[in-house]
T-cell receptor, first 114, second 113 residues
Framework: AQSVTQLGSHVSVSEGALVLLRCNYSSSVPPYLFWYVQYPNQGLQLLLKYTSAATLVKGINGFEAEFKKSETSFHLTKPSAHMSDAAEYFCAVAGGTSYGKLTFGQGTILTVHP | EAQVTQNPRYLITVTGKKLTVTCSQNMNHEYMSWYRQDPGLGLRQIYYSMNVEVTDKGDVPEGYKVSRKEKRNFPLILESPSPNQTSLYFC????????????FGDGTRLSIL
């Protein structure tokens, strides 16, 4: 079975500050990992994905994430937050026998203060 | 434009009145899935389909039905809705490889009174 834990249901940062959203996963097989973003009243949009190539993955809107197998982590970062980054962020894992299935974390709401 | 289209976007209805939420994708994806999103629980999979006429239960299938008669469509059916099915629902589609990202619709907010 696969699972995802996102540490912190709410994260608040100032505009221009570092954004760090934490994600830890559990998987019995090499995982595929994803970060999605959800803006108000919209569906989920893919930010980035890890599929066993480079461990540092760059995504859209200046976000990146680093896969650390030893720590079973896939934390999302952005050097400088913008007001437009305010949204809910979901980490998800796929792979193995759960063919095509995404297992999501609980989500982290990011608030950006001026 | 590549998209997943859900209808309706919003629906308020009463307990026991059958309803269908439609989902259509134009990307020729084999895999389609329904999720429900509840605060603090993330998204949980209801049903999924690997291809036409192939469907299977996800994590929370009770009270829901699906069908996949055509590749592009994957409707979600609530035969006898109950208040605990009040939620935000998302349809998603992708190619079948697990490393392929899923494309999501804009969501359907259901309120069952």
């Amino acid at each position: 079975a696969q699972s995802v834990t996102q540490l912190g249901s709410h994260v608040s940062v100032s505009e221009g500050a570092l954004v760090l959203l934490r994600c830890n996963y559990s998987s019995s097989v090499p995982p595929y990992l994803f970060w999605y973003v959800q803006y108000p009243n919209q569906g989920l949009q893919l930010l980035l994905k890890y599929t066993s190539a480079a461990t540092l993955v760059k995504g859209i809107n200046g976000f990146e994430a680093e896969f650390k197998k030893s720590e079973t982590s896939f934390h999302l970062t952005k050097p400088s937050a913008h007001m437009s980054d305010a949204a809910e962020y979901f980490c998800a894992v796929a792979g193995g026998t759960s063919y095509g299935k995404l297992t999501f974390g609980q989500g982290t709401i990011l608030t950006v203060h001026p | 434009e590549a998209q997943v289209t859900q209808n309706p976007r919003y629906l308020i209805t009463v307990t026991g009145k059958k309803l269908t939420v439609t989902c259509s994708q134009n990307m020729n994806h084999e895999y389609m899935s329904w999720y429900r999103q509840d605060p603090g629980l993330g998204l949980r999979q209801i049903y999924y389909s690997m291809n036409v006429e192939v469907t299977d239960k996800g994590d929370v299938p009770e009270g829901y039905k699906v069908s996949r008669k055509e590749k592009r469509n994957f409707p979600l059916i609530l035969e006898s809705p109950s208040p605990n099915q009040t939620s935000l629902y998302f349809c998603a589609s992708s190619f079948t490889d697990s490393n392929q990202p899923q494309h999501f619709g804009d969501g359907t907010r259901l309120s069952i009174l």
